[in-house]
C-alpha cells in the first residue's frame, strides 16, 4: 500500500524567512501524482501546488515551490517571504489506487506552520 | 471564492441518533467525495461518488450512508451515531474520476458531536 509520511508535526519561522516542510512517500507505481494542500485554521483546505512524477523540474506556483527528489521519494514544499497568512497546516498528499479499483487521494498527518511577525 | 457549500457548520446529538450533512458543489466537477478529520488532523477518505459510481473505502462503517440526487449533490447520512463519530466531515469534488488531473476542492466542514 502506498503510503505519505510528515515527520514535523510543528514549524516556528519569522515572518519573511523560507521555511521548508518535509514528505517522504511510498509507491510502486512509475508515474504518479503529488500534491500539497493548506489547511486554515477556519478549517478550510484549499490546493496549493502539485508535482507529477515523471516531470523532472520542480513544480513552482507563487511564493510555493517544491522540490522533487525522486530518489529519496521526498517532495518538500518550500515556502518563501513567508507571511503571517501562511500559518496553518500543511498536508503533503498522493494519488493512491485503492483496492477498490478507484483513485483517492491519501494524505500526510500535516505540519502545523506558524509564522511569527 | 466558496464552491463547495457543506450545511450545517456544526452538529451536537445523542448517542444513537441519525443525523444527515448536506454538500453542494457549483464546479460543476463529476466526482464528489467525503472524508472525515479527527481530532489529530487526520485525513481520511470516506466515499467517492460520481453519476455512474460509488466507492466506499472498506474501513467505513455500514451506519454511514452517501445519498446523491444529481452530480452536484452528495449529502451523508449516518444512521445510528456513536461517540467515536465525532469528527469534522469534509466534502470534496474534483473534475474527474482519478485523471491526471486530481486536484480536489474542499468544503468547510461539519463538525459532528457525539454526546
Known amino acids: 500500500a502506498q503510503k505519505v509520511t510528515q515527520t514535523q508535526t510543528s514549524i516556528s519561522v519569522m515572518e519573511k524567512t523560507t521555511v521548508t516542510m518535509d514528505c517522504v512517500y511510498e509507491?510502486?507505481?512509475?508515474?504518479?501524482?503529488l500534491f500539497w494542500y493548506k489547511q486554515t485554521a477556519s478549517g478550510e483546505i484549499v490546493f496549493l501546488i502539485r508535482?507529477?512524477?515523471?516531470?523532472?523540474e520542480n513544480a513552482t506556483v507563487g511564493h510555493y515551490s517544491l522540490n522533487f527528489q525522486k530518489p529519496k521519494s521526498s517532495i518538500g514544499l518550500i515556502i518563501t517571504a513567508t507571511q503571517i497568512e501562511d500559518s496553518a497546516v500543511y498536508f503533503c498528499?498522493?494519488?493512491?489506487?485503492?483496492?477498490?479499483?478507484?483513485?483517492?487521494?491519501?494524505f500526510g498527518s500535516g505540519t502545523q506552520l506558524t509564522v511569527m511577525p | 471564492e466558496t464552491a463547495v457549500f457543506q450545511t450545517p457548520n456544526y452538529h451536537v446529538t445523542q448517542v444513537g441518533n441519525e443525523v444527515s450533512f448536506n454538500c453542494k458543489q457549483t464546479l460543476g466537477h463529476d466526482t464528489m467525495y467525503w472524508y472525515k478529520q479527527d481530532s489529530k488532523k487526520l485525513l481520511k477518505i470516506m466515499f467517492s461518488y460520481n453519476n455512474k459510481q460509488l466507492i466506499v473505502n472498506e474501513t467505513v462503517p455500514r451506519r454511514f450512508s452517501p445519498q446523491s440526487s444529481d452530480k452536484a449533490h452528495l449529502n451523508l447520512r449516518i444512521k445510528s451515531v456513536e461517540p467515536e463519530d465525532s469528527a469534522v466531515y469534509l466534502c470534496?469534488?474534483?473534475?474527474?474520476?482519478?485523471?491526471?488531473?486530481?486536484?480536489?476542492?474542499f468544503g468547510p466542514g461539519t463538525r459532528l458531536t457525539v454526546l
Open positions: 509507491t510502486q507505481d512509475s508515474s504518479y501524482f
Open positions: 498528499a498522493m494519488r493512491d489506487l485503492a483496492s477498490s479499483g478507484s483513485w483517492q487521494l491519501i
Open positions: 470534496a469534488s474534483s473534475p474527474d474520476w482519478g485523471g491526471s488531473s486530481y486536484e480536489q476542492y
Open positions: 508535482q507529477d512524477s515523471y516531470k523532472k
